[in-house]
């Protein structure tokens, strides 16, 4: 996982195998054609500005490119010990990366769990997440959430969500990889898994803390 807070600039390179990623923003007005670019906002400025302002010719700001670059070809970038960008301030305090993967999941009778907030990854201030399996025939139990609203995103498997409000009201829902599902705060939930593989998903929150309240809480 990385994370990025709020108006640090950053970019994404892909090594030699390609890369796909997952974007999740706390605010659910995100749009790209807001995003600062750097590409746009160079295309927009005059070159003699682009100049003064970096102290070189204008003939360097020959080859910018005339509109803004969203995801685009490149060199391969070479080993990271080769790339680092040095710093006369030294390093940022708090690592941008965490190996969700690497952590020791908790095994419960139906799947795993692996939580990742602020607890052990110290800069991830507004948002907590967990990667559910759940096994064949299992469920994630009756629960809810007392903290945020929960964003989902089905990785690989089928499974079925009912969400439930209050005064009986309540919905099913079918998902399978690539699907993304949301329960509103404190909402009660359960979801199963319906097909003969496990079921994969990544459970997100607007929160520094992962936190749920159920019948056999992890």
């Keep these: 996982m990385w994370y990025f807070p709020p108006g640090i600039p950053h970019s994404i390179q892909g090594l030699e195998e390609g890369c ?5 923003f706390g605010d659910g007005n995100f749009s790209d054609l807001n995003t600062l670019s750097i590409t746009d906002w160079f295309a927009h400025t005059p070159k003699d500005v682009l100049a003064a302002n970096f102290g070189v010719p204008e003939s360097a700001f020959a080859h910018i490119p005339k509109k803004q670059r969203y995801i685009f070809q490149a060199n391969v970038p070479g080993p990271i010990e080769s790339q ?53 025939g299992g469920m994630r139990e009756m629960h809810w959430h007392p903290n945020n ?18 005064n009986g009201t ?17 909402f009660g939930h359960y979801i199963q898994n319906t097909g003969d593989q496990s079921l994969w998903f990544l459970e997100m929150f607007k929160s520094d803390r992962f936190e749920d309240v159920s019948k056999d809480p992890f």
């Design 20 to 24: 796909e990623f997952l974007l999740v």
């Design 84 to 136: 680092k960008v040095s710093d006369p301030y030294g390093t940022v305090p708090k690592t941008f990366t965490y190996r969700l993967l690497a952590q020791e999941p908790i095994v419960t009778p139906d799947g795993t769990v692996r939580i990742v907030d602020s607890t052990n990854f110290p800069i991830s201030t507004r948002i907590a997440a967990a990667l559910v399996e759940v096994k064949p």
């Design 170 to 186: 309540a919905r099913t829902f079918n998902y399978r990889a690539g699907d993304v599902g949301y329960t509103p705060f404190a």
């Design 149 to 166: 609203d929960e964003w989902q995103y089905y990785l690989s498997g089928t499974a079925r969500m009912t969400v439930f409000a209050a």
